[in-house]
């Protein structure tokens, strides 16, 4: 490890502020709207779920919001993390590309969730909050939450999609070692999952009725409140310490990047490593491509329509713009569970519209061939979820092979994949499949959109 690596590992590196992009938009995003009245929503509607410092945080312009000290205290467990660069991948590729990694699967979770569940724990806990209700998808964000509760004293209560609850039972065996109670959802602890297994009682889930069990017992409990993993701004806001760090990490190398690649399901990995590069592209310090991968199986960005929408099945959350699937759309069960979620945060939708980036879709074999190679190279064994952005990368070093093109890609390796093993030998064995998502399911669900 070099001298410069060394230092840039330092806690005394870790970020002292979030990064908010909103100070520097062209224009501001459209606004949520009450799910009733369809008017804007104010503070006080948020209030039955969130505590007044992250809805503070959700509808600030200021450009930076410092950190805690009771949150940087936390931090110090696993940050900053390293930025490395994939020398032996690029040697098996036989690509004239540089190929860097932000690498999350250090935290105590193993993903990058922990940078916004110890904040969220943390203004919950200063509120006097005792509970904290969630869902999770994959299980990285249920495990990371679990695990900030602990941290300030909270009990925890997660409703995991059906289809990663019985994929992925050490997971939610690590978020019961944190303390946390673990729901397959659909589930008959609350209406809405009673309801849904009254139509279907082998229903897959998804993230959409997850939030919806999660918000349904949050709202009906005055010591409760209700946290997310992605999508809303203070969450995205929360990642910006993944961008700041590689920033500074990568001009410690005395690199500027050509491309950024990450993998979005509601787009709190790719915002958290793109908005500070986002911004120094704006003040006209550099001009990186930014690129997101989402999987075909469920394509918000590349197949969805820009309109206003639920967060969830039931339709208790505000309605937000963003792109989507329809809230009522079932994604198939592929083992990315943490890109199955039927829309796109609102703030990154807003962006895409207004040509900030670009986006493309990757079916799940090729994903996972990307993840095997990757392991093969560089040792770690990548979550699901960032395999769609090495599938990427790889994709763009190969073609930088085929042109002599000495391309500088960065991307974020947002959790390690050793929960994912049993996904690992399906591929492995011939069995993963790819899900070929026709288009009528998308238009049935569309058809269900509220009107706003």
Known sequence: MSDATRILLDESRIPRNWYNILADLPAPPPPPLHPTTREPVGPDDLAPLFPAELIAQEVSTDRFVPIPDGVLDIYRLWRPTPLIRARKLERALGTPARIYYKYEGGSPSGSHKPNTAVPQAYYNARQGIRRLTTETGAGQWGTALAFACAQYGLACEVWMVRASYDQKPHRRS?????????????????????????????????????????????????????????????????????????????????????????????????????????????????????????????????????????????GFTPLLKMHTLGHTFIPDPIHAGGLRYHGMSPLLSHMYELGMFEAVAREQRECFEAGVRFARAEGIVPAPEPTHALAEVIAEALRCKESGEEKVILTSLCGHGHFDLSAYDRYLSGELEDFRLPQERIDDALATLPRA
């Open 174 to 314: 690590l978020m019961r070692v944190y303390g946390a109670t673990v729901h397959a959802s659909p589930s008959a602890v609350t209406s809405v999952g009673s309801k849904i297994l009254a139509e279907d009682a082998d229903s897959p889930g998804s993230l959409g009725i997850a939030i919806s069990e999660a918000v349904e017992v949050a709202a009906g409990a005055d010591d409760t409140r209700y946290a997310l993993g992605s999508v809303l701004n203070h969450v995205l806001l929360h990642q910006t310490v993944i961008g700041e760090e590689a920033l500074e990490q990568l001009a410690a190398f005395g690199e500027t990047p050509d491309l950024i690649v990450g993998c979005t399901g509601g787009g709190s990995n790719f915002a958290g490593l793109a908005f500070p590069f986002i911004r120094e592209k704006l003040a006209g310090r550099m001009n990186p491509l930014i690129r997101a991968v989402e999987p075909a199986a469920c394509p918000s960005f590349t197949r969805g329509t820009y309109a206003y929408d639920f967060g969830d099945t039931a």
